[in-house]
């Protein structure tokens, strides 16, 4: 990132050096990211057990339509390879949508910005260096909401707004960091991971139902139903098995981010008690709430898709102020460090 601080007339008064080579944004990301197809496509850097699904979704499918659908479709009806088709696309194209989409990932501060509140003291007009506040405050339907400083992105970070250790970001309306996908949930893709989980347990229940009526149709030759297992393709048994133990967990998911949806909360609000009826003592309620589960609903996964703020296939030049985390961080203390200074009486 140093280079790109070389000022033209640097370049020009070594006509001999090559000048550096023009780059995207994205490949002086400061985040915890991976990026594929020049930038288009980002992925958290631990992309977690996002390849298990991909197998096991992809694994369990193939078995299904292999070795369950030809008897199916004899004994019963031809739609249910289509319709298994189906909810296989929908499943593959939301995870995918999910994993590969910018969840809602804010910019760092440049360094000018990041410099500009380091500077900031008491009005007490003290010499001594102090931090600037660790949260503002603002109200939102007439309700307060703390906004805190994030002294990796050298910002305030706006409402409903966390950051993810795992990918190093600040993300909008963070709801969590999901392995099952690799990456973070937020704002820009929790509609592609609620129709992810939802179309999940669709398919899973409708393989679960097609592999019991299988094994009940085998049973109705005269056979006990230990017999038609012990005769059907081991596949079945394989299909049964991970539909029986996957089926609860993606049932159970599904109906807590339902509950989510219906209340406009993420994971993140609800797990730590943000908005709950009563907390310290005070009336406490959600203050981005509708009040209505269908308005709720509505804003949460049919609004408009923001834009992404990252701009990460944009061309970065020469004179454009780097990220705080790409060079202040290696020029400038932190924040800890200068108050431990100042504990220990060291100069500033």
């Known amino acids: 990132p140093r280079a790109l601080s070389v000022s033209p007339s640097s370049a020009e008064s070594h ?7 023009p780059r995207r944004k994205w490949e002086v990301f400061p985040g915890k990211n991976r990026f594929f197809c020049d930038g288009r496509l980002i ?11 991909l197998v096991l979704i992809v694994v369990t499918c193939g078995l299904f339509f292999t070795f369950d659908c030809p008897f199916l479709v004899k004994h019963l009806t031809v739609f249910i390879p289509v319709i298994g088709g189906v909810l296989f696309v929908f499943v593959m194209a939301s995870l995918l949508r999910t994993s590969f989409t910018d969840p809602g990932i804010l910019p760092r501060a440049t360094a000018d910005e990041a410099a500009d509140i380091e500077k900031q003291i008491d009005t007490s007009g003290s010499s001594s260096y102090r931090p600037p506040p660790r949260t503002k405050e603002v109200l939102i339907n007439q309700q307060v909401v703390k906004l805190k400083y994030c002294f990796t992105c050298k910002t ?3 409402p409903r707004t966390s950051h993810c250790s795992l990918c190093d970001n600040c993300v909008e309306r963070f709801d969590h960091h999901c392995p099952w996908v690799g990456n973070c949930v937020g704002k820009r893709n929790y509609r592609f991971f609620y129709s992810f989980i939802v179309s999940l347990s669709f398919l899973t229940s409708f393989i679960f139902g097609c592999v019991i009526a299988h094994l009940t149709l085998r049973s109705q030759t005269g056979e006990s139903l230990i017999q038609a297992i012990q005769e059907s393709p081991a596949s079945t048994v394989v299909e049964l098995v991970i539909c029986f133990f996957s089926i609860w967990s993606i049932l159970g998911l599904s109906g807590f981010h339902t509950y989510l949806v219906a209340s406009n909360l993420t994971t993140n609000e609800d797990i730590k008690g943000s908005w709950s009826s009563k907390r310290a003592g005070e009336e406490h309620g959600n203050p981005y709430s509708y009040n209505s589960i ?3 609903c509505c804003a949460t996964l049919c609004g408009p898709m923001p834009p992404s703020l990252i701009d990460r296939r944009g061309w970065l030049s020469l004179e454009e102020p780097i990220p705080a985390a790409s060079t202040l961080e290696m020029e400038l203390p932190t924040f800890a460090e200068k108050n431990d200074a100042e504990m220990r ?4």
């Open 15 to 21: 006509p001999g050096k090559t000048p550096p080579r």
């Open 43 to 53: 992925l958290s850097r631990q992309s977690g057990v996002l390849p298990m699904t």
């Open 294 to 296: 269908i308005t709720n």
């Open 156 to 158: 305030f970070r706006p």
């Open 345 to 348: 009486g060291d100069k500033p």
